[in-house]
């Protein structure tokens, strides 16, 4: 079965850090697939927020750019959000997801949430 399990969340002030963590399982050698962390805000859409290729590059969106990194360990089949400098506007669900080629899973994880409050 198909499992996605993020962890890390939690409640931190702004201007501080999380850093998130997935595993999932894969049909194929981990390395070759892309993947992304996907947030969701209370009454917004899901929204892509960085990307690693399966050849490392790496693809934000502007407003976490400067603020996020997004790295992986391929050994150990899991992936990372480093996130700083938190703002309250980073409150969300965070996913992961995967991508093989073009295609994404479409099958979800929990997720974990994220709550930046003073």
């Known amino acids: 079965q198909v499992q996605t399990v993020e962890s890390g969340g939690g409640l931190v002030q702004p201007g501080g850090s999380l850093r998130l963590s997935c595993t999932t399982s894969v049909m194929r050698p981990f390395s070759t697939y892309s993947m992304g962390w996907y947030r969701q805000a209370p009454g917004k859409q899901r929204e892509l927020v960085a990307l690693i290729e399966s050849a490392g590059k790496t693809h934000y969106v502007d407003s976490v750019k400067g603020r996020f990194t997004i790295s992986r360990d391929n050994d150990k089949k899991m992936v990372y959000l480093q996130m700083n400098s938190l703002k309250p506007e980073d409150t969300a669900i965070y996913y992961c997801?995967?991508?093989?080629?073009?295609?994404?899973?479409?099958?979800w994880g929990q997720g974990t949430q994220v709550t930046v409050s003073s």
């Open positions: 997801q995967k991508r093989y080629g073009s295609a994404w899973s479409d099958a």
